[in-house]
């Protein structure tokens, strides 16, 4: 049994690679041809369309794509798309408005692009290029326009730099190898590997992404060029932040995260992507962060539980642990990327009147990735929860509560457990917590695990959540108090609500817990009981706001 060999293999690749136009693309292509065409007989203007990079690979695999890049011969896109435009509408087709995307060499775009919307799919159209780059940056230092050729050797795989000629309805293969590698499941470089990462460090992630998405082997230069730490310093001096937390976004979101953590692991580039971290920033962490194994052997074992790895030597999760992965398609991201910011668990900094966890830096600063997926403020909580979840054993000193449902139903409304404002639910932080629990017993380095003290901590939390369900604890997470404000003012005969308020909905929500087919009558008569008995102090103080969904914490 091997928990590190579970990523999802490689797609399949159809046995005859081609190109089969939509109605729609057919159109286009017919469109772009007969506008060149029309350029050159009327205006004396010379130039040829390709359609280049993702869309081309895509096609080939069998897969659609609704974003069409095209290159152009010796001629700017905006200056082609306001012909192509004028061109259309003679047709009688109209396009969208045209927009120019300014060169922005910081977010990979190093020529100035026109983008606009035609017969309902997304067109960008640029020059064909080469490229020449200064030693201390990613962004080329001289663009120019090019042949296909330079064109196809500047970019980041040869899957990549095949050109779809829409006047002879041809793949260009200008690097010999792009459809071999497509057909081999191989990531090339167009030249050697480390002129092509030294040119632009970004290159060593893209590759990394899409060897993940597709399932594809990266050939041994790519291997040896990303470990070098030339190249390695380069990616960390001259990709922007931001660049680098949008390529490990797209592999935490893509097909096979595993596999993308496996050849970080395996191309040593973990602290290249989450440990830049300024020394004086660093020195304030309250403790220095555990091994980078720790990242491993948590995505791992996430892996094979997300997966239902039936090689995995311990019982089955009770299938509610997968219930928010299989209705939140953000939630499988968040977990594999808290399973690789496993080592940095449990360690804090000062920023200002606070100490935030480190695990926030890293994602807000280092990363670059903000609410979007819910990565900075749903995956800090994944952390936090674990903590108050663990150990999740069925005992009155584990829940020191009268009521086994007051004291679960009160532990799943903590804040941190179960958040839509977060993305957090409450199964999966149980699931995260169950991961982190796991995580000591697996052996990285020799690829074993502690199955009888593993099989035990599992069965405790399949115990717990059978449980929760049997209390009928789930439909409670998000539940209201039974008496909304005004009710509760008019049944303790106050006129407003004051600072009061807020400790009696809370005290409402836990004796709903332990009353769960009580009436709104009931509600009222154990109210006016409390304050008689002076558990509930009331004023006609200050109004104060309180909030809607009543917690106790």
């Given at each position: ?182 057909r081999n499941g191989v990531i090339r470089t167009p030249l050697p590997p480390r002129e092509t990462f ?186 936090t929860s674990s903590a108050i979840l663990q150990k999740p054993i069925l005992t009155s000193e584990r ?69 929760i369900e049997e209390l009928d604890l789930p439909c409670t997470v998000e539940a209201r108090p039974i ?71």
């Open positions: 049994m091997s928990l590190q060999h579970g990523s999802l293999g490689r797609i399949p690749i159809p046995a005859a690679m081609q190109i089969t136009l939509t109605d729609k693309e057919a159109q286009i292509c017919q469109l772009l041809d007969d506008c060149t065409k029309t350029l050159r007989g009327e205006k004396g203007i010379t130039t040829s369309c390709r359609i280049a990079g993702g869309w081309v690979r895509d096609k080939l695999l069998g897969a659609s794509s609704n974003d069409i890049d095209i290159t152009l011969s010796d001629m700017m896109g905006i200056t082609f798309a306001e012909h192509l435009s004028e061109f259309a509408l003679k047709k009688g087709i109209k396009t969208g408005s045209i927009s120019k995307i300014a060169q922005n060499p910081d977010q990979s775009k190093h020529l100035e692009t026109a983008t606009f919307r035609l017969l309902g799919l997304d067109i960008d159209l640029v020059n064909l290029r080469s490229e020449e780059y200064a030693e201390d940056s990613r962004i080329p230092s001289e663009v120019t326009f090019g042949t296909p050729l330079q064109d196809a050797l500047r970019r980041d795989t040869t899957i990549n730099a095949l050109f779809y000629n829409v006047h002879t309805r041809e793949v260009e293969d200008h690097t010999g190898k792009g459809l071999e590698d497509l030294l040119d632009d460090p970004l290159r060593v992630l893209r590759c990394v992404r899409f060897a993940s998405r597709f399932g594809f082997d990266i050939v041994p230069e790519i291997a040896e060029a990303a470990k070098d730490p030339v190249i390695q310093h380069a990616l960390v001096t001259k990709v922007a932040r931001e660049r680098a937390g949008e390529e490990l976004s797209k592999m935490m979101k893509g097909r096979d995260p595993l596999r993308a953590i496996q050849l970080i692991k395996d191309l040593s580039l973990y602290d290249s992507i989450f440990s830049v971290i300024p020394p004086h920033i660093l020195a304030t962490f309250s403790s220095p962060p555990a091994s980078r194994d720790v990242a491993f052997t948590a995505a791992f074992i996430t892996h094979n539980l997300l997966h239902a790895n039936r090689t995995f030597p311990i019982p089955p999760l009770h299938p509610s642990y997968l219930s928010a992965i299989e209705t939140d398609p953000t939630c499988r991201a968040r977990m594999y990327l808290a399973a690789v910011l496993t080592p940095y668990k449990g360690i804090s900094y000062p920023d200002k009147k606070k100490t935030p966890p480190a695990i926030e830096y890293i994602i807000r600063d280092v990363l670059k990735l903000g609410t979007q997926n819910h990565f900075l403020d749903g995956v800090p909580v994944l952390f829940f020191p509560n009268v009521s086994q449902r007051v004291a679960l139903g009160l532990l799943l409304r903590e804040k941190v457990v179960h958040n839509p404002n977060t993305g957090s639910h409450w199964a999966t932080s149980l699931l995260f917590s169950l991961i982190q629990e796991l995580v000591p017993l697996y052996d990285l380095e020799n690829d074993t695990l502690d199955v009888e003290t593993a099989t035990n901590v599992v069965e405790t939390y399949n115990t717990f959540i059978t449980k008496l909304d404000g005004r009710e509760v003012v008019r049944a303790l005969g106050v006129s407003k609500p004051g600072v009061w308020m807020g400790k009696t909905m809370a005290a409402l929500l836990e004796w709903q817990l332990g009353n769960p087919g009580a009436t709104k009558e009931m509600a009222r008569v154990w109210l006016i009981n409390e304050q008689q008995e002076g558990k509930i102090q009331t004023d006609d103080g200050t109004a104060e706001p309180f909030s809607k969904r009543a917690r106790t914490k």
